[in-house]
């Protein structure tokens, strides 16, 4: 059974730094074709991918925010992680994280999100 | 970056009506297209991928075609419990979604 958990901070201040985890079971990021993804949603709004990172430390970002971004993952506790620097009151939101496989490319499993507030 | 054109932005339909919503892609992206659902409060739920491919669970009214560069989502017999937005997500290059339609009852 896979599922997926993030966190993060709540809430903080524009200019800082945004660290948030995923922690997934059920698969492995060391499996051949996994990978896992960040998907953002401002409340009210559609969806907006982020990033993945992929079983062999691949690394794809968002070109409107790669300057921001860094994903990286923990294969050993299962995790995967993401930072967006500089963060303002647009990047508030809810972000996923979901499971990517090679084959398909699609997200076929999500977590239950968690909700970012950027405000001074 | 690959452009996703969604539409209609809403829809509203009857009970066992049949829905259709589009994306177009603005290039060629072979069958690399997914469907998500997303109800209220949740997290999208992954319905179809590889344009034709209904994902586990996903109750066989649900089904997507191509024509070109144009992909839809059909649902055959609308249900209470499709209501909900749609997002289609182009899996060729860096993904990219479109920007949802929102099913609601007539």
């Known amino acids: 059974q896979v599922t997926l958990k993030e966190s993060g901070p709540g809430i903080l201040q524009p200019s800082q730094t945004l660290s948030l985890t995923c922690t997934f079971s059920?698969?492995?990021?060391?499996?051949?074709?996994?990978?896992v993804g960040w998907i953002r949603q401002p409340s009210g709004k559609g969806l907006e991918w982020l990033a993945n990172i992929w079983w062999d430390d691949d690394k794809y970002y968002n070109p409107s925010l790669k300057n921001r971004l860094t994903i990286s993952k923990d294969t050993s506790n299962n995790q995967a992680f993401l930072k967006i620097t500089n963060v303002d009151t647009a990047d508030t939101a809810t972000y996923y994280c979901a499971r990517i496989r090679l084959t398909g490319s699609s997200f076929d499993y999500w977590g239950q999100g968690v909700m970012v507030t950027v405000s001074s | 970056d690959i452009q996703m054109t969604q539409s209609p932005a809403s829809l509203s339909a009857s009970l066992e009506e049949i829905v259709t919503i589009t994306c177009q892609a603005s290039?060629?992206?072979?069958?690399?297209l997914a469907w998500y659902q997303q109800k209220p409060g949740k997290s999208p739920q992954l319905l179809i991928y590889g344009t034709t491919s209904l994902a586990d669970g996903v109750p066989s009214r649900f089904s997507g075609s191509r024509s070109g560069t144009q992909y839809s989502l059909k649902i055959s017999r609308l249900q209470v419990e499709d209501i909900g937005i749609y997002y289609c997500?182009?899996?060729?290059?860096?993904?990219?979604f479109g920007g949802g339609t929102k099913l609601e009852l007539k």
């Open positions: 997500q182009q899996a060729s290059s860096t993904p990219t």
């Open positions: 290039q060629n992206i072979g069958n690399w």
């Open positions: 059920g698969f492995s990021l060391s499996t051949y074709g996994m990978g």
